[in-house]
Protein backbone atom coordinates (compact mmCIF):
# COMPACT_ATOMS: atom_id res chain seq x y z
CA UNK A 1 0.00 0.00 0.00
CA UNK A 2 1.46 3.51 -1.23
CA UNK A 3 1.38 5.68 1.89
CA UNK A 4 0.67 9.41 1.30
CA UNK A 5 2.28 12.62 2.77
CA UNK A 6 0.81 15.70 2.77
CA UNK A 7 3.76 18.12 0.79
CA UNK A 8 3.63 21.45 3.46
CA UNK A 9 0.80 20.33 5.19
CA UNK A 10 -1.72 20.58 2.00
CA UNK A 11 -0.30 23.44 -0.14
CA UNK A 12 -2.86 23.04 -2.78
CA UNK A 13 -5.24 23.55 -0.80
CA UNK A 14 -3.99 26.24 2.24
CA UNK A 15 -1.25 28.31 2.42
CA UNK A 16 1.48 26.39 2.57
CA UNK A 17 3.08 25.25 5.94
CA UNK A 18 0.96 26.72 8.30
CA UNK A 19 -1.16 25.71 11.03
CA UNK A 20 -4.21 25.85 9.05
CA UNK A 21 -2.40 23.62 6.16
CA UNK A 22 -1.24 21.19 8.82
CA UNK A 23 -5.23 20.50 10.10
CA UNK A 24 -6.66 20.77 6.70
CA UNK A 25 -4.32 17.38 5.82
CA UNK A 26 -5.37 15.62 9.15
CA UNK A 27 -9.03 16.32 8.12
CA UNK A 28 -7.90 14.31 5.27
CA UNK A 29 -7.25 11.61 7.40
CA UNK A 30 -3.93 11.67 6.09
CA UNK A 31 -1.53 11.63 9.00
CA UNK A 32 1.99 11.85 7.45
CA UNK A 33 3.45 15.22 6.56
CA UNK A 34 6.23 16.68 4.92
CA UNK A 35 7.73 20.53 5.69
CA UNK A 36 10.57 22.82 5.42
CA UNK A 37 12.91 24.27 8.40
CA UNK A 38 14.36 27.59 8.78
CA UNK A 39 16.27 28.69 11.70
CA UNK A 40 15.05 32.65 13.71
CA UNK A 41 17.44 34.89 14.84
CA UNK A 42 17.54 33.68 18.18
CA UNK A 43 17.57 29.95 17.30
CA UNK A 44 14.02 28.89 16.61
CA UNK A 45 12.69 26.10 14.38
CA UNK A 46 10.37 27.86 11.94
CA UNK A 47 7.85 25.98 9.28
CA UNK A 48 8.66 27.54 6.22
CA UNK A 49 10.27 26.89 2.45
CA UNK A 50 11.96 29.53 1.45
CA UNK A 51 15.25 31.50 3.20
CA UNK A 52 13.35 34.32 2.29
CA UNK A 53 10.26 36.21 3.28
CA UNK A 54 9.54 37.54 0.11
CA UNK A 55 7.19 34.84 -1.50
CA UNK A 56 5.05 33.91 1.43
CA UNK A 57 4.50 36.75 3.33
CA UNK A 58 5.60 39.97 0.90
CA UNK A 59 8.31 41.36 3.59
CA UNK A 60 11.60 41.74 2.49
CA UNK A 61 14.60 40.32 4.73
CA UNK A 62 15.85 36.70 5.32
CA UNK A 63 14.01 34.10 8.28
CA UNK A 64 17.13 34.39 9.73
CA UNK A 65 17.62 38.16 10.51
CA UNK A 66 14.46 37.91 12.61
CA UNK A 67 13.66 36.79 16.00
CA UNK A 68 10.83 33.96 16.18
CA UNK A 69 8.55 36.34 17.56
CA UNK A 70 8.35 38.61 14.81
CA UNK A 71 8.19 35.55 12.08
CA UNK A 72 5.21 34.61 14.32
CA UNK A 73 3.64 37.68 13.81
CA UNK A 74 4.23 37.74 10.21
CA UNK A 75 1.12 36.73 7.77
CA UNK A 76 2.15 33.61 5.32
CA UNK A 77 -0.59 33.54 2.80
CA UNK A 78 0.39 34.94 -0.16
CA UNK A 79 1.30 32.94 -3.48
CA UNK A 80 -0.91 29.98 -2.28
CA UNK A 81 -5.21 29.41 -2.48
CA UNK A 82 -6.77 32.43 -1.28
CA UNK A 83 -7.37 32.24 2.83
CA UNK A 84 -9.77 34.30 4.87
CA UNK A 85 -7.39 35.03 7.38
CA UNK A 86 -4.13 35.69 8.29
CA UNK A 87 -1.67 32.12 8.81
CA UNK A 88 1.28 33.00 10.56
CA UNK A 89 4.60 31.34 10.20
CA UNK A 90 4.29 28.81 12.95
CA UNK A 91 7.21 26.98 14.63
CA UNK A 92 8.45 23.46 14.59
CA UNK A 93 7.30 22.85 18.67
CA UNK A 94 3.42 24.81 17.97
CA UNK A 95 2.74 21.86 15.36
CA UNK A 96 4.29 19.09 17.42
CA UNK A 97 2.03 20.49 20.01
CA UNK A 98 -1.06 20.86 18.13
CA UNK A 99 -0.80 18.41 15.06
CA UNK A 100 -1.23 14.91 15.60
CA UNK A 101 0.63 13.32 13.09
CA UNK A 102 1.91 10.13 12.45
CA UNK A 103 5.59 10.59 10.88
CA UNK A 104 7.36 13.63 9.74
CA UNK A 105 9.31 14.32 7.33
CA UNK A 106 11.60 17.62 8.26
CA UNK A 107 13.50 19.23 5.53
CA UNK A 108 16.56 20.82 5.79
CA UNK A 109 17.72 23.35 3.12
CA UNK A 110 21.21 23.41 2.23
CA UNK A 111 23.28 25.39 4.90
CA UNK A 112 27.20 26.38 6.34
CA UNK A 113 28.42 23.71 8.42
CA UNK A 114 28.09 25.88 11.53
CA UNK A 115 24.04 26.38 10.70
CA UNK A 116 23.45 22.62 10.05
CA UNK A 117 25.28 21.87 13.10
CA UNK A 118 22.84 24.57 14.79
CA UNK A 119 19.84 23.37 12.89
CA UNK A 120 20.46 19.49 13.61
CA UNK A 121 21.61 20.22 17.18
CA UNK A 122 18.19 22.36 17.63
CA UNK A 123 15.72 19.34 15.89
CA UNK A 124 17.14 16.51 17.96
CA UNK A 125 17.20 18.50 21.66
CA UNK A 126 13.00 19.19 20.30
CA UNK A 127 12.25 15.78 18.87
CA UNK A 128 13.72 14.23 22.28
CA UNK A 129 11.15 17.02 24.03
CA UNK A 130 8.19 15.93 22.61
CA UNK A 131 9.14 12.54 22.54
CA UNK A 132 9.05 12.21 18.63
CA UNK A 133 11.89 10.75 17.46
CA UNK A 134 11.06 7.99 16.11
CA UNK A 135 8.23 9.44 14.33
CA UNK A 136 10.80 12.01 12.14
CA UNK A 137 13.08 11.41 9.35
CA UNK A 138 15.26 14.45 8.58
CA UNK A 139 15.74 14.90 4.76
CA UNK A 140 17.60 17.22 2.98
CA UNK A 141 19.40 17.53 -0.56
CA UNK A 142 22.95 18.86 1.22
CA UNK A 143 25.96 16.90 2.18
CA UNK A 144 26.48 19.39 4.75
CA UNK A 145 23.27 18.28 6.43
CA UNK A 146 23.46 14.96 6.07
CA UNK A 147 26.80 14.76 7.41
CA UNK A 148 25.32 17.17 10.54
CA UNK A 149 22.98 14.75 11.18
CA UNK A 150 25.18 11.52 11.16
CA UNK A 151 27.35 13.46 13.60
CA UNK A 152 25.06 15.43 16.40
CA UNK A 153 21.90 12.94 16.37
CA UNK A 154 22.91 9.60 14.58
CA UNK A 155 19.50 7.83 16.03
CA UNK A 156 17.69 10.22 13.96
CA UNK A 157 16.19 8.67 10.82
CA UNK A 158 18.00 10.09 8.04
CA UNK A 159 16.62 11.27 4.49
CA UNK A 160 17.88 11.90 1.39
CA UNK A 161 15.84 14.43 -1.04
CA UNK A 162 17.53 13.65 -4.75
CA UNK A 163 16.31 16.10 -7.63
CA UNK A 164 18.49 15.44 -10.07
CA UNK A 165 20.03 12.14 -12.02
CA UNK A 166 23.70 13.36 -12.49
CA UNK A 167 24.75 11.82 -8.66
CA UNK A 168 23.34 7.91 -7.94
CA UNK A 169 21.10 8.84 -5.34
CA UNK A 170 21.17 5.20 -3.93
CA UNK A 171 25.25 5.75 -3.73
CA UNK A 172 24.67 8.91 -1.70
CA UNK A 173 21.95 7.93 0.44
CA UNK A 174 23.89 4.57 1.12
CA UNK A 175 27.12 6.89 1.99
CA UNK A 176 25.04 8.76 4.55
CA UNK A 177 23.59 5.47 6.23
CA UNK A 178 19.96 7.25 4.57
CA UNK A 179 16.48 5.28 5.66
CA UNK A 180 14.52 7.31 3.31
CA UNK A 181 15.07 8.59 -0.01
CA UNK A 182 12.89 11.75 -0.89
CA UNK A 183 12.46 11.33 -5.07
CA UNK A 184 11.41 13.70 -7.68
CA UNK A 185 8.76 11.82 -9.33
CA UNK A 186 10.66 11.94 -12.69
CA UNK A 187 13.55 10.15 -11.65
CA UNK A 188 11.03 7.52 -10.52
CA UNK A 189 11.62 4.76 -12.43
CA UNK A 190 10.55 0.59 -11.38
CA UNK A 191 13.96 -0.06 -11.70
CA UNK A 192 15.44 2.69 -9.41
CA UNK A 193 12.66 2.52 -7.10
CA UNK A 194 13.09 -1.58 -6.84
CA UNK A 195 16.98 -1.19 -6.62
CA UNK A 196 16.45 1.64 -3.47
CA UNK A 197 13.97 -0.83 -1.81
CA UNK A 198 16.60 -3.66 -2.36
CA UNK A 199 19.09 -1.34 -0.86
CA UNK A 200 16.41 -0.90 2.24
CA UNK A 201 15.37 2.68 1.76
CA UNK A 202 12.07 4.05 1.72
CA UNK A 203 11.50 5.88 -1.22
CA UNK A 204 8.81 8.84 -0.77
CA UNK A 205 8.18 10.21 -4.47
CA UNK A 206 7.66 14.11 -4.69
CA UNK A 207 5.36 16.08 -5.76
CA UNK A 208 2.74 14.07 -6.68
CA UNK A 209 -0.49 16.19 -7.73
CA UNK A 210 -2.12 14.23 -10.70
CA UNK A 211 -4.63 11.26 -9.87
CA UNK A 212 -2.87 9.20 -13.20
CA UNK A 213 0.97 9.82 -11.89
CA UNK A 214 -0.46 9.02 -8.12
CA UNK A 215 -1.58 5.39 -9.47
CA UNK A 216 0.83 4.85 -12.06
CA UNK A 217 3.47 5.37 -8.62
CA UNK A 218 1.34 3.16 -6.66
CA UNK A 219 1.46 0.58 -9.51
CA UNK A 220 5.24 0.48 -9.79
CA UNK A 221 5.36 -0.26 -5.49
CA UNK A 222 6.52 3.56 -4.41
CA UNK A 223 6.60 3.12 -0.33
CA UNK A 224 4.64 6.84 -0.28
CA UNK A 225 3.91 9.62 -2.60
CA UNK A 226 4.29 13.69 -0.91
CA UNK A 227 1.66 14.90 -2.49
CA UNK A 228 -0.03 19.24 -2.62
CA UNK A 229 -3.64 17.92 -2.36
CA UNK A 230 -3.84 14.93 -0.01
CA UNK A 231 -7.53 14.55 -0.41
CA UNK A 232 -7.09 13.69 -3.73
CA UNK A 233 -4.43 11.28 -3.01
CA UNK A 234 -7.14 9.47 -0.52
CA UNK A 235 -9.57 9.48 -3.60
CA UNK A 236 -7.71 8.19 -5.62
CA UNK A 237 -5.16 5.98 -3.43
CA UNK A 238 -7.61 5.25 -0.33
CA UNK A 239 -5.62 5.56 3.18
CA UNK A 240 -3.09 3.04 4.55
Known sequence: MTLIYGHRGAKGEAPENTLVSFRKCLEHGVTRCELDLHLSRDGELMVIHDPTLKRTTGRRGKVAEHSAEELRSYDARLGGPGWPQPTPIPTLAELFEQCPFEHWQL????ASRERASRT???????????????????????????????????ELSRGLVAEYAWLDPLKVA???????????????????????????????V???????????????????????????????????
Open 120 to 154: VKAIHALTERYGLADKVTVTSSSRVVLRALRHWAP
Open 107 to 110: EVKS
Open 174 to 204: KQYDCDLLALNWTLCTPERLLKAQQQGLHVS
Open 206 to 240: WTVNEPALMRRLADFGADSVITDFPGLAVETLGLA
